[in-house]
């Protein structure tokens, strides 16, 4: 009896992790920045007790870039920062420098160059896949993470106006 009970608990806990990851997308203002739209997906996979890392999609009003970025997955603080993006199960890999805020918190990714992977490419990619995967890494560590993709599209169009280059047709 507690074989069955184990196991259904452990099945109920799988299917709820692997199917509870929703985008989540907002409205923003503040008196520095302005209005701005956000989006954003809790993922897994980084170490404790950093183990809720959230990707972020945002875009000032007026601004051509958006800002694409991961918190929560622990201090940043170390030379060298390179976030490396796969998608499902493709060998394609995109790779970007990372930057840090002023307390080194949160990755934000920059665009490297061209041929390796142009923050349209990505968002185009965001939005046509069902998994990414992403490897933080810097002179100090490696953190491997993962994020559902489901969703992903409607969360980019809204916060990427109609007149947005990125935004996506419909």
């Known amino acids: 009896m507690n074989t069955k009970l184990f196991l259904t608990f452990t099945s109920l806990l799988i299917f709820n992790t692997a199917f509870c990851q929703k985008w989540s997308y907002k409205n ?73 805020d002023k307390n080194e918190n949160n990755w934000y990714l920059q665009e490297i160059d061209r041929k390796n992977g142009s923050f349209h490419q990505l968002i185009k990619k965001i939005a046509s896949h069902k998994k990414m995967y992403i490897r933080a890494s ?13 969703g992903s599209a409607e969360a980019i169009n809204f916060v990427l106006p109609n007149d947005h280059p990125f935004h996506l047709l419909e």
């Open 28 to 100: 923003g203002e503040n008196a520095f920045d302005g209005k701005f739209k956000y989006a954003h997906i809790q993922g897994f996979g980084s170490e404790f007790p950093f183990n809720n890392p959230i990707l972020v999609i945002n875009c000032f009003e007026g601004h051509f870039y958006p800002n694409i970025y991961i918190r929560d997955i622990g201090y940043a603080g170390c030379d060298n920062k390179i976030i490396k993006i796969k998608f499902d199960e493709i060998d394609l890999t995109y790779e970007f420098r990372a930057e840090t």
């Open 138 to 150: 810097s002179d100090c560590r490696q953190i491997d993470l993962a994020f559902s993709l489901n």
